[in-house]
């Protein structure tokens, strides 16, 4: 029987690069998503935890809720178009097998993008109960990636599609203190989806094998199983149920002035699924005489999504202009690694470090007010990356640091219809990769030029 320490570089390593990228960004930093209204959009989500001007607030901080008269009904959406162009920078192969030679499909200038279009909902409900109470629930999803590259592009062995979704629901209630003083909280109850896939170089890992002993050396060469010859396919996909919660403050300085804390929780979630495995015929047919590597399996992987803490503030010059700033604190620290336990026992559990940072969002904003029923709004943010070592990051989250620049406008359309819209578009500094394919040794180098166009729209009822 083999041991499971002698398979843990062909199989548990490569799974848990796989399974890193369950947690990669959206068009915040890391792999949060914080479209989560368009009335924020075009101030760049400046002030978010402190406006307060629609159900919304349940989101950014639920003590807003008491703002609001009534009851509401908000429904957004918002189309995300990232770019994500790589090039290539002298990608090789594993040193040991062909000297470093170039990675097959590394031609000097080749591009591969891996931006891939998303859409994402948001819906929020409010009411208020009494003069002093006030309760809602939102609808949304708070984490989320999409991207895809074609299936031969030079850094298959890495990345071919990373998704992960979320669905966030989240009860709300609010209780006005005094004329001053507002406080909330809310429960979440969230369900993540991840599906991660990547080519397999079975030439390169078969090699391995024979240098373990594991299989008699010759055996792949006489089978054809070469490097870069042999490619197959890898999938690993798993889903969870979990649950957080969120609190908020509201404080009035004046009636022109008000400052908004919001802190949302860590939720860890263990996502149960499977891993699925394409091989190249002739590689099945040595792992058919008895060594049990890449059959399909049940996997789990623990994830500890990130608390965060907002101060925001809102003031009124007159019944025109006001100004909006925000200041957001995200523990992506908290992302040390991510353990596979497989239910396979053959197979071992693999350990992938991740050495991510906690980051800062930093947002201002103005919003103009031309007659009762028209606003304009304008923002802009700096948004650091929790990946700022070229070593750490994958194509899978081909970010970083980026600069918002965002306009938008609000326009009630009747006494119970407001409609708003947004438009961001996001300045992201050329990242530079390195990054090695612990299955193979085969290493990815190159830089990624990105942006990204982000369009919102919602329309508010209120009744």
Known sequence: MMRKSAIRKPLGLLIGSMLAATTFQAQSAGFAIIEQNASG???AYAGAAAVAEDASTIFFNPAGLTNLQGSQVVTAGHIIVPSADFSNQGSYVNPMLTGGAPMAGSLPGSNDNGGETALVPNLYVS???NDRLFAGIGINAPFGLATKYDHDWVGRYHAVRSEISTININPSIAYKVNDRISLGGGISAQYIRATLSNAVDFGTVCFGLEGKGLIPTGTCSSAGVLPLQADGYAKVKG????FGFNLGAMIHISDQTRIGLAYRSSISQNLDGDADFRTPANFQAILNMGIPLFSDTGATADVDLPE???LSLYHAFNDRWAILADVTWTKWSRFEELRIDYDNPMQPDSVQPENWDDNMRYSIGATYRFNEKLVFRVGAAYDETPISRTLDRT???????RKWLSVG???QLSDKLNMDAGYSHLFINDTDLNSLDHSTSHQLIGTYESDVNIFSA?????F
Not at 239 to 242: A, I, L, N, Q
Not at 395 to 401: T, V, Y
């Open 41 to 43: 959009m075009g101030n």
């Open 127 to 129: 009411t208020q109960l």
């Open 239 to 242: 889903s969870d149920w979990s």
């Open 308 to 310: 965060s803490a907002s």
């Open 395 to 401: 194509p899978r989250i081909p970010g970083n640091d």
């Open 409 to 411: 406008l609000g326009y």
């Open 458 to 462: 919602q329309l508010t009822y209120k």
